[in-house]
């Protein structure tokens, strides 16, 4: 009899994969398999996914962030992709999705669960139409069903579906006239699809095939926001709770099953509007663990959207979300390159980080108290050795030496730096200045 | 009869700094007026900077951000820096704090309020060395006022003064065992300064004369917090909060003399505990803008301080901080490069921008309706036109250009994009994935 993480946990039995997490987070592992047996934690663990060392995301726990990677027709090298999902995983990714949308996507989706230690994410209906080679007017309800199917077989732990809308929502969107209308490119799909079909969401019609699907291999479901505001105007407005709304009905029904879920959330949202959001999910959803995409709290900077997320993402995992997907500054622009992917994850890990800290995970500040006392010693090789990026911090140090007889401190300071300053105060020395 | 900003004000003068202030934040001038009598908001405009075009801070106005340059040993090329100035100013920082700490300064503070139409600070404790040519313990009391009066003739608009420590922070520091004791750079030559001579702080003990001289030329005083968190552990802690206290006493001081203040913040915060200092500080305070470093979400970013410093900005701004001080990637490491300057910049500027929506600034959220309404159209040109960075973004798509047949989109979705698809849709038309 194979059991989901839920179903096992609600049978009281401790699975390899909760004792590994329990263990990364150092928490009791009773308290944990409770977590998950409520709902409350997912372990996105699908049982063909042979090379994950599996991550709990949820409540307690530290937030996890996702990196968005993948084949399209300007990168169609699998090997190459495979270096960058590699890289992101050194720098701290703890999930990939692959959002791969050209070529022969299996190859590489197989290649990431046969190589890359950390979850798998896709969105399947990306892949419909590649897989069966037919546009999207012409995909039937069974063909998107199929997909997830292969997406189960192939060891993904955890697929984007947007089980939320329905024909009801053609008529919403239509009459509250938002400025973006739908800006979810899966949510985009069905809603174009059920536009030119006439017919219901499958993903919503079909929801219960779908828990069997995810039922017999673990997999995750991560309940896609269709309607996730797509700028500021747009934020917590009837569309977008409309739907979560939904999705608190089929996190249920996903709970009933064993199914584990996620439930994804904005987007673009005011900044004092974040922990609203964050509330009103965890209630509505009961606490199942929220998947933010930034939010972005402002519209206009484009080229700098990893920090606009990264101000939202902070803000809402110390509220209460679990998992971060990180914005590259390449969103709404163009496809992120090398260095771009970098940045996002650099902004992303800081956001989870602070909002770990402010959220009281055990330990969490420890790093950071690492930090000070390497400041507070002018030590620059232990500032480096537990600074996120090692290799940025000494580069632009290096870059600008400190000024001759003053080599303890850093060019921004020179021999005004307050560190010295007060060592040399508080041991009675004298302080040469000019 | 010479009346500073708040003098005016509260005798029911409406001054031509507060016409332009007003018409500015598009507000009335006798509600502005108001709230500049009661020391809520601060017009910093020293009489003598005749090239300002003043801007308010405060509460119901726009949150301001704080630029640092000035000569270094590295850089003492005053044409040089002026054009960083220039620059900086034309990206959209309000201010200008000179921390120059090389060569002969009165040329560069000069040349400031000649030229630059935004308000200039400075922290004439580190000038008083250089200014007197004499090392920090030789320096006597006469020496740090006649510095101040120096500056005030010199047109500065805003000095930071650490009035806030005594002999008794010489214990305090001592006592509670910080992680990094005092890390502002001012605030630790006071410090040192009262350790080597065992005297008393004299921006303390001579605080009335020093109001004598703001008072003559509407020089603001902005109160320096010597003990801001230096690290996530000393943050909110005894030594901060006394010092706060005692900024409190001062702000009342000054308004008692009619002389504008800010009130300085930190520093170094964890996310769950920004709000909080930014209520305590309001509170005791009396309303006084408050100025803040960051605050920094984390300690173990350096080399992305821009990032963890923004989120804090953002935070704290929508929580009263009035007055940002910008942070770059350099901090903690070296003196910032251009770049480095530029990136902090637009970290600060969305981090204000965040917190004005949040806090509910009238028409702040309709640059961000005004992109929204460009990405519903793709219309890419009037993205740029109304993009904090247009260049950049601009550059980002033009290097990946989008697929052929889909020169709407961006490389990121190409023929996936949600918008074209939703377009669609809404227009009945058919849509072409595959």
Same mark, same amino acid.
């Given at each position: 009899m194979f059991y989901t993480q839920m179903q096992a946990a609600q049978k009281g039995i401790v699975t390899d994969a909760m004792k590994v997490v329990a263990e990364k987070e150092n928490m009791d592992v009773e308290v944990l398999r409770d977590l998950v047996a409520k709902g409350h934690v997912t372990i996105p663990c699908n049982k063909h996914h042979t090379a994950l060392q599996p991550e709990g995301i949820g409540q307690k726990l530290r937030t996890k962030i996702n990196v968005n990677l993948g084949t399209s027709k300007d990168c169609t090298d699998y090997e190459e992709e495979m270096k960058k999902v590699h890289h992101a995983v050194a720098l701290g990714a703890e999930s990939i999705m692959d959002l791969s949308t050209h070529g022969d996507t299996k190859v590489f989706r197989r290649l990431l669960t046969k190589e890359c230690p950390v979850m798998i994410g896709t969105v399947p209906i990306y892949d419909s139409v590649i897989h069966h080679q037919k546009d999207l007017g012409e995909l039937t309800a069974e063909d998107f069903i199929s997909t997830i199917r292969f997406h189960a077989e192939d060891g993904v732990d955890f697929v984007t579906l947007h089980c939320g809308i329905t024909q009801h929502t053609i008529e919403q969107i239509k009459h509250h006239k938002r400025k973006l209308n739908i800006v979810s490119r899966g949510g985009s799909l069905v809603f174009a699809w059920m536009s030119m079909t006439g017919q219901e969401n499958p993903f919503y019609e079909y929801y219960d095939e779908i828990l069997d699907i995810c039922a017999e291999y673990d997999m995750t479901i991560s309940l896609g926001d269709a309607c996730r505001p797509g700028c500021l105007a747009d934020a917590t407005d009837i569309c977008q709770i409309e739907e979560l709304v939904r999705l608190g009905e089929l996190t249920k029904r996903a709970r009933e099953r064993g199914v584990q879920v996620l439930v994804e959330g904005p987007g673009h949202v005011p900044l004092n509007q974040v922990q609203a959001n964050m509330e009103v999910q965890q209630t509505i959803c009961d606490g199942a663990p929220f998947y933010v995409l930034g939010p972005l709290v402002t519209d206009i900077a484009p080229g700098y959207d990893h920090i606009t997320a990264a101000i939202g993402g902070a803000v809402a995992a110390m509220h209460g979300a679990a998992f971060l997907c990180y914005v590259t $500054?390449? +969103?709404? /622009?163009? /496809? $992120?390159?090398e260095n771009d992917v970098k940045e996002g994850i650099m902004a992303f890990k800081i956001a989870a980080h602070a909002a770990d800290i402010a959220k009281g995970i055990p330990n969490a500040r420890d790093r950071d108290d690492r930090m000070a006392e390497a400041r507070q010693k002018l030590d620059w090789e232990a500032q480096y050795a537990v600074a996120l990026d090692p290799e940025k911090a000494r580069r632009i140090r290096e870059s600008r030496a400190p000024e001759e007889g003053h080599k +303890?401190? %850093?060019?921004? %300071?020179?021999?005004? %730096?307050a560190v010295r300053s007060i060592n040399k105060a508080l041991e009675g020395e004298k302080i040469d200045i000019l």
């Open positions: $500054p390449a +969103e709404h /622009l163009a /496809l $992120p390159d +303890e401190a %850093c060019s921004m %300071c020179g021999k005004f %730096c």
